[in-house]
């Protein structure tokens, strides 16, 4: 056997779940689509004592607009990927999901379960920090909404309280004439990724930029955001020159990779340059196709 | 030794009932206890995707699922897709025209992930077939023919 032994818990309601949850805090480590907690006890890297797999709470697995975009944290990845109410009203995201892994991966993946697990080369913490998305925690006493940005606390952690479950994330819609691009680049499909992208770009009824959200992957220890480089673009008019320069604005100042076996630090800095300058482009090409009413 | 959990699950159509260790990777539930070996175990980290099964007709690493999990599912490997070597699978007769395998061990991976793909997508591109099999690894072929073996078993599944 290659993990270390567990004891097992399929509780089949949240409420179950909670209870779990409640008495054993910590202890007990919840397993959603197991995809990153299982090569981790394979290789013996977490040997957690106790697991709650979440599996059977069917309540946990769904999409649903109201006013925002809601999708529960079992939603496996594939199903996001392939859902149109997604496409429609959080198209980044759409755009994201294809590159988390392989698609056998994102059969059993889930939405929620990338998210609570907050690895920093991860798709679906910079999407919902691009977004400011918002992460709904239960425990047994009650619920709270949590911002991305306050959500994400560092190396594979989070602000999850040991009682409290991820149980839904909340993506508002941003701004009407907001273009979105989500690039990254591995050196193999499916791997992770040497360094990744979101970015949303708004336009004013000028044509100038009114709010730019640049958000890095596998840079830091989390989801990294490039203030300097979108407060260089804000009320000007986009051009080619300004995406080169905030590239280089974010590369330079904004982020601080630290490399790793696949790409030196300075590679990971070329790299996030020459992605900031495509995906604004692409960003902006799809803010200026929204037609003004 | 662990509390066991009990299981009942489908394999390839027919009822499994089993004692397991919740710490029994599916994989080696399917090789140790099902006693069908043609389910191979390559990383057993979810990289090489040899052993892909389908978990209710989607493919999944069996690698990076507990067998206890299965409980209720419905799976197939890739027994299920001839009961005789002499009648293949459309999709088996294609990898053994196209030589589309070498030694062998990432075959049954790559079938189980292109069986629900073709069924689904019955004339493929060149494009779409090899990111249809990006998750699986081949050391042997270079994958020209396993894409090869992928567009013939498309003609051949869905020529009535």
Redesign the interface.
Known sequence: ????????F?PDSLEAALDLKAQHGDEAKALAG??SL??A???RVAQPTM?I?L?RINELRYIKKNGSLHIGAMTVQ?QAEHDDLVAAHAPLLHEALPNI?????R??GTVGGSIAHADPASELPVVCVALNARMLARSRTGERWIEAREFFAGLFATTLQPDELLVAVEFPAPPKHTGFAFMELAR???DYAMAGVAALLTLGSDGKCEQANLVYLNVGDGPVEAHQASAGLKGLKPTAARFTEAGQIASQKDLSPFGNLHATADYQRHLSAVLTERALAKAFDRASQIKRS | MAKTHSINLSINGKAYRNEVEPRLLLSDYLRQEAGLTGTHVGCEHGVCGACTVLLDGRPVRSCLMFAVQAEGHQLMTVEGLSSDEKDLHPLQQAFWEAHGLQCGFCTPGFLMTLLPYLQANPSPSEEEIRSAVSGNLCRCTGYQHIVDAARLAAEKMHTP
């Not at chain 1, 056997?1 to 097992?8: Q, R």
């Not at chain 1, 892994?101 to 991966?105: K, L, R, Y």
């Open positions: 056997m290659k993990p270390a032994p567990f004891e097992y399929a197991g995809q299982i090569p006890m394979n290789f697991l797999d599996n594939s892994a392989h698609s056998q991966i059969n059993r193999r499909s499916g």
